[in-house]
């Protein structure tokens, strides 16, 4: 590969393409525009961080090209991909071993592991934009969407939430998908490592507890 006078520019656009092609058909929360909103969210979150912005915009571009629940729980796909898609492209081994510890460490089920102890300051940025992604607005849509696909009930009461889940049981649960805010969405703005995702973490939580006052209201035909 010929790169031009922007080697930066052109494996970002590169990069681009790839995953535009490889999730052309992807579940619709973990798409193509699933992964360009991590990217832009993970662009403004590092104009205010110490960070090797490569590093930061390759982790956000890649980190879903083989989600391990689209594959049988699998982790090691993922990175392989990337790894290999990195190689193909001339990508130094000091960026790409990075990258690929974000897409090994970012999900929020890794962090249940005990003894995860990776850590930079371009996952925290490509985490927590990934993150806001899963709250909010878009995450209420995403985490119906990814309901439906799975054939999940909306709600049943007699199943309660379980919050002290350990990774195997949250990578296995069937659980409704009210539960999922309880087991994972509401305790994301509590997650967040860098300055600007708790700011915007904080009104996507405060979009999600009205969200779940008006559900609780409606289904019990109070409103």
Known sequence: MTYNMNPNND???????????????????????????VYNNAKLIAKKENVNHLVVELGAL???IADSKF??????????????????????????????????NISFNKSLEPGNTFTS????????????????????????????????????????????MTREEYKTSTAPTINHFYEKLLKISETMKTETGKEIAKKRHLYMESFLAQFYSEWHGKD
Not at 71 to 80: A, C, H, L, T
Not at 127 to 154: E, P, S, T, W
């Open 121 to 164: 300051n371009e996952l925290h940025v490509v985490q927590d934009a990934d993150r806001l992604d899963a709250i909010g607005a878009i995450g209420i849509a995403r985490c119906f969407n990814y309901g439906g696909y799975k054939h999940r009930k909306l709600y049943d009461p007699s199943i309660l939430p379980k919050t002290d």
């Open 62 to 64: 890649l980190h879903d």
């Open 71 to 104: 594959y049988n729980g699998d982790d090691s796909i993922g990175p392989q991909r990337a790894r290999h898609f990195l190689n193909q492209h001339n990508v130094d081994k000091i960026t790409i071993d990075h990258v690929l510890k974000i897409i090994e």
């Open 11 to 37: 494996i970002i656009e590169i990069t681009k393409e790839y995953v535009k092609t490889a999730l052309k058909d992807a579940e619709g929360g973990h798409d193509w525009f699933h992964v360009l909103r």
